[in-house]
């Protein structure tokens, strides 16, 4: 059962469209079923010419109001339509008149015993829904509270469904997205865009977001992508950015200006404050202290390393223009830099070489001098550059210079790094589910830029139907986990090679093919976790994401049964915790291949 509050000033208008024949003829046989008296006693009464008289149950509503006086709402009329799912039983007027009471008394407007509540009537016409209305001033002369009200109608809501037995929707969590609003639904029907401005933005920043490695080339994949922006500063500090909104250039007002939405109002976890904890730590400090990990040298091949430090030293390069401007950068990108001095000239800068950080103590770090990357990227190169003006250049697309094999080993070692997560989300469904939160959020950001650069338009849907299943209750931001920065590692990789080419399809199925198993895993885990709606938004992503696949390319059906996430975790890739029996090997869904996997070329 789902309810949606509105507020009105006019409650004889209300209660004349609630009689009147709907939009679409939809009403039939509007009657009173509950409210602060009896339904017979509320009923309008029929005139001779057989309309409704709304003036004395008009007069009764909002009598209270004058008590009120100054101190009235600006909208004091309350609305609240109740709605059963179609595959609900159809309830009688008394089960009717037994749901308003028990939400009314849930809400706080009108409690069990309160003979000084609000007053309010629930009218029914039609068969599986009714609509309540209240005038928001008690009858002993207070002002009732309706704080967070919205929250109280959803847990008013799944009780009902329980006792009732109807069908179960999902808690007032926070973690759905704001929808767009039926105005912004109608303006993209009238421009001709497949999608409302809302919807496209969000998914826009959060690809921009998991693609970034800071928050400058947030806003520069954003302005990329030909987002509009426009920064908020501190009212207290002149230079510190609190805040953020975007629009798009075609989406303007009736005064011809950009409608602009704020991260908050895309997302709860679009918020910059919450954005920042990609780059920086809990306490605000720099990126270096961060237990976010969105790109390191972990799960990379020895390949995708060198084509990754490559991109990272050109764009510094493109960025700076004179040598200690470009260390900074590459220290910057959380980037071990190693010095070489000259012999002759005491403390003379004569090279540099450049590494990930080890992923273990103690472990010798594997150092790539920047003669090596590429020979116009040797200091002696680029200070003849940047002594140049007319060679300096605008900062190019990172997958500008991927070779067609580096390309493919991007999406190997994606590949490898969401088979990974998957292993680590099977080992929480026995051990602890509730671990895995971080995975579950960085899933979404894996999904989001394989959609960009894929262009697949499943994985789009996928990715929008995933949402949901992301975040953590009340917009919270979880606990970094290995299998997170893994994910993290993957969009990371993906929003690097741009456009998928021809050679890189085989390996693109591959990731797609791991991409099904981590959200058919993801799914489990919310349904052990007891979140339904988030459940079946992972569900609804892997139907959508098995559609982007060829056809005889999909992946064994993942394990059911009561020991389903026993079996899972004893086949988690890459070793198996212990032997299967016979019967479950069958069944299990087998670990990603390492290697490439060439399809057959002939047809079925």
Not at 76 to 98: G, I, K, Y
């Amino acid at each position: 059962m789902i309810g949606k509050i509105r507020r009105g000033e006019r409650v004889q208008g209300l209660l004349r469209y609630l009689y009147g024949p709907g939009r679409h003829e939809e009403h039939r046989d509007p009657h009173v079923v509950a409210g602060f008296r009896s339904a017979p006693e509320l009923e309008p009464g029929v005139g001779a010419d057989g309309s409704r008289d709304f003036r004395r149950l008009d007069a009764l509503l909002t009598q209270p109001l004058a008590l009120l006086g100054e101190r009235n709402y600006r909208q004091p009329v309350w609305h609240l339509p109740l709605r059963a799912a179609p595959e609900d039983p159809v309830m009688s007027d008394r089960q009717w008149e037994r749901i308003a009471h028990e939400v009314m008394d849930r809400v706080g407007l009108a409690p069990d015993g309160d003979f000084g509540a609000v007053r309010w009537v629930a009218v029914r016409h039609a068969a599986d829904h009714v609509h309540i209305v209240a005038t928001l001033a008690r009858q002993d002369g207070g002002r009732p509270d309706v704080w967070n009200d919205g929250y109280r109608v959803r847990d008013a809501c799944r009780a009902v469904e329980q006792r009732y037995g109807l069908r179960r929707t999902a808690p007032a969590d926070r973690t759905a997205a704001r929808r767009p609003s039926r105005g912004e639904i109608e303006k993209a029907a009238r421009h001709g865009r497949p999608l409302p401005s809302r919807t496209l933005l969000r998914r826009t920043v959060q690809t921009a977001a998991a693609g970034a490695s800071s928050e400058a080339e947030f806003f520069r994949r954003l302005r990329d992508e030909g987002v509009l922006i426009r920064r908020r500063f501190s009212e207290r500090a002149a230079d510190e950015v609190t805040g953020y909104t975007v629009a798009l250039p075609d989406d303007l007002n009736g005064d011809g200006r950009p409608v602009w939405y704020g991260g908050g109002k895309l997302a709860a976890d679009l918020t910059l404050p919450k954005l920042r904890r990609r780059w920086t730590g809990a306490d605000g400090s720099v990126r270096a202290s961060s237990p976010f990990r969105p790109l390191d040298g972990r799960h990379l091949s020895e390949r995708t390393r060198r084509a990754v430090l490559r991109t990272a030293v050109r764009r510094a390069a493109d960025e700076s223009a004179t040598t200690s401007e470009f260390l900074d950068r590459l220290r910057g990108e959380e980037l071990l830099v190693k010095l070489r001095y000259s012999q002759i000239v005491h403390g003379q800068i004569t090279g540099y070489a450049i590494a990930f950080a080890p992923d273990h103590d103690g472990e010798e770090p594997t150092w790539y001098p920047g003669s090596r990357l590429a020979d116009d990227l040797s200091l002696f190169r680029l200070r003849q550059r940047w002594a140049t003006p007319a060679a300096h250049r605008e900062p190019a697309a990172d997958h500008d210079e991927l070779t067609p094999e580096e390309r493919q080993a991007f999406y190997d070692d994606a590949s490898r790094a969401a088979a990974f997560a998957t292993a680590e989300i099977r080992r929480h469904l026995v051990t602890n589910p509730h671990a895995a939160q971080d995975a579950c959020w960085a899933a979404s950001d894996a999904l989001h830029v394989a959609a960009r650069a894929t262009g697949n338009r499943h994985l789009h849907r996928a990715a929008d139907a995933y949402d949901r299943a992301a975040r953590a209750p009340h917009g919270r931001i979880p606990m970094p986990t290995p299998a997170g920065n893994a994910l993290r590692t993957t969009a990371r990789l993906l929003a690097l090679t741009g456009t998928a080419k021809d050679r890189t399809v085989v390996s693109m199925m591959l990731l797609i093919a791991n991409f099904i198993t981590l959200l058919d895993t993801i799914a489990q885990l919310r349904h052990l976790q007891g979140r339904h709606a988030q459940a079946d938004a992972a569900r609804r992503a892997a139907a959508h994401t098995r559609q982007a696949r060829p056809a005889g390319h999909a992946p064994a059906p993942p394990p059911a049964g009561p020991n389903a996430q026993a079996r899972l975790a004893m086949a988690a890739f890459p070793n198996a915790w212990a032997p299967l029996p016979q019967n479950a090997q069958s069944r299990t869904t087998p670990s990603a291949p390492t290697g490439l996997v060439r399809p057959s070329r002939r047809r079925p």
